[in-house]
Structure formats: C-alpha cells, structure tokens
C-alpha cells in the first residue's frame, strides 16, 4: 500500500480512484475557467456614458461561460455523490457484513432538489434499515 493511502481503510481503497477522477474533472473545470477568464477582450465588455455631473458604465457584452463547463460540474458532482455513497456503503458491509438485497438498498446517498423532496424520500424510506443505520 502507498504511504499516500495508509491512513485508509483497505475497505475504502476503492474509493481513492473515484476521487481522483473527480479531482481531474475540476481541474479541467479550472483549466476552461482560467481560459475564459483571460480571454483577451475580456468576459465582460464595458462603455463608459459621460453625463453631466458623472458617468455611467454600461454593460455592452458578455462572454458566455463555455457550456463544457456546466457538464463537467455536474459530472464531477455526479461522481463525489457516488463516493460518498461507496464510501457509506463499504463501511456498512464492513461494520455489518454482506448485506441481503433489502439491506443494500437502503444504504444510498439521498438527492433532491428541495426540502420536500428530501423530506419525501426520509418518508418513502422503509421502517428495515441496515444496522448502522438503526437509531434504536
């Protein structure tokens, strides 16, 4: 084992592959950023309205932000929300054993997009859950 990995669990080792990918999917974020950002005309172009006690600046165009960059985002969240989840669900197996087709179905890192979806999932989850997960 590496010495970069030995504080790690042999059970979360795994997981150590899935957090680089997403480490490379935000550096290439960065990249596309620090390209658009640098551009030469700018992200943002500007004129300046001379009145007649002040000036106004007005915003005359905008650089879109490249669309790769929206996907990569999503993308490396996408693969962050799996490692926690694998991480969640190797600790459960090794805490627990291998866990029954049930068991492993409740070992799952929720997603909504609101407080009522979240709290509609917490409802729709099943009253069986993985030892770990028991609260008593």
């Known amino acids: 084992m590496s010495s970069s990995y030995a504080r790690l669990p042999d059970h979360h080792l795994a ?5 680089a990918h997403a480490d490379e999917l935000i550096g290439e974020v960065a990249s ?3 390209d658009h950002q640098t551009q030469p005309e700018g992200t943002i172009q500007l004129r300046e309205v ?10 005359v165009g ?7 960059v929206v996907l990569l985002v999503a993308d490396a969240l996408v693969v962050l929300r799996n490692a926690i989840e694998h991480t969640l669900f190797a600790e459960v197996e090794y805490r627990d054993g291998t866990l029954d087709e049930k068991a492993a179905n ?3 890192m929720p997603a909504a997009q609101t ?19 028991a609260t008593g």
Request: aromatic share 10%; glycine share 2%; proline share 9%.
């Open 50 to 59: 001379p009145m007649a006690t002040h000036s106004q600046t007005v915003v």
């Open 32 to 34: 596309l950023l620090f």
């Open 115 to 133: 407080y009522d979806a979240f709290d509609a999932w917490l409802k729709g989850r099943t009253k069986k859950r993985a030892p770990l997960y």
């Open 15 to 19: 997981v150590a592959a899935t957090l």
């Open 62 to 68: 905008m650089s879109p932000m490249p669309r790769k």
């Open 106 to 108: 409740v070992v799952e």
